[in-house]
């Protein structure tokens, strides 16, 4: 049983994408500080492990395509442990301002008159990126990253399929491979190689890390093969093929 506190505050922070290596110095200090921690389905084992002894560890469930907790239930959530006095980390796998619905937590909060916290943590495209020895810019290769979802509210996410389609565009795709064959479609209607090189990281910075390579003609394949969560990093491949394909092309 926690021990109730007069005011209660609340700390929306990021987990990473699952190494507990790489949580920031502030998120781990509060989940040593937290009475209930509220978190996602997709905050590994080994993070949670590191919660105070005397947090309540709660799931709120979010799966692709699965059994989900609605959101407003989850807000409803947050704001009763607070008003109670409680000291409330809401932790999300992740950066909590990356495909994390931050701002609707925080508008239920400001609308409570609660005071919150936001504390951000290592996106599943870093780590991705990190895995395959590439970088996300490049001088010469892309001027911008984009960072899109594959499905969103409204089914599979429309995105600017031309600029995606540019040679040496770079973008990772969160929630991904579902929607890998629609966007395969979509970026080879606006030109877009089949040869173009992808990347499907599961996993990302875990020990059971899986790196798929791929190219957009067979993306929706390797895609498929993947069983847990993952990012498809499109315009990247692992820098050991990348060098194979240089020597090829000599």
Not at 5 to 34: C, F, H, N, W, Y
Not at 113 to 121: N, Q, S
Not at 157 to 168: I, K, S, V
Request: net charge neutral.
């Amino acid at each position: 049983m926690v021990e109730q506190r007069k005011q209660g505050e609340v700390i929306l922070a990021g987990a990473g994408p699952g190494d507990p290596d790489l949580l920031t110095v502030a998120v781990l200090r509060e989940m040593s500080r937290a009475d209930v921690i509220l978190h996602d389905t997709l905050v590994s084992p080994e993070v949670l492990a590191l919660a105070g002894p005397q947090a309540r560890l709660i799931e709120t469930g979010k799966t692709g395509f699965g059994p989900s907790m609605k959101q407003e239930n989850i807000s409803e959530m947050i704001i009763f442990f607070a008003q109670r006095g409680y000291r409330v980390l809401r932790l999300k796998s992740g950066d909590p301002g990356v495909f994390g619905r931050l701002g609707e937590e925080l508008d239920a909060l400001d609308a409570a008159g609660i005071a919150w916290r936001v504390l951000p943590g290592i996106t599943a495209a870093s780590a991705a990126a990190a895995s395959l020895g590439q970088s996300l810019t490049e001088r010469g290769r892309n001027r911008e990253l984009r960072l899109i979802t594959g499905h969103d509210a409204q089914g599979l996410a429309e995105q600017d399929w031309a600029a995606l389609a540019r040679p040496g565009a770079v973008a990772a795709i969160y929630m991904g491979k579902r929607a890998a064959r629609f966007v395969q479609g979509r970026l080879m209607m606006h030109g877009a190689a089949p040869a173009t090189p992808a990347c499907v990281v599961e996993n990302a910075s875990r020990a059971d890390q899986v790196i798929r390579a791929a190219t957009l003609a067979t993306l929706p394949q390797i895609a498929a093969e993947a069983t847990g969560p993952a990012v498809i990093l499109l315009g990247l491949a692992p820098r050991d093929a990348r060098i194979a394909l240089k020597e090829a092309a000599l």
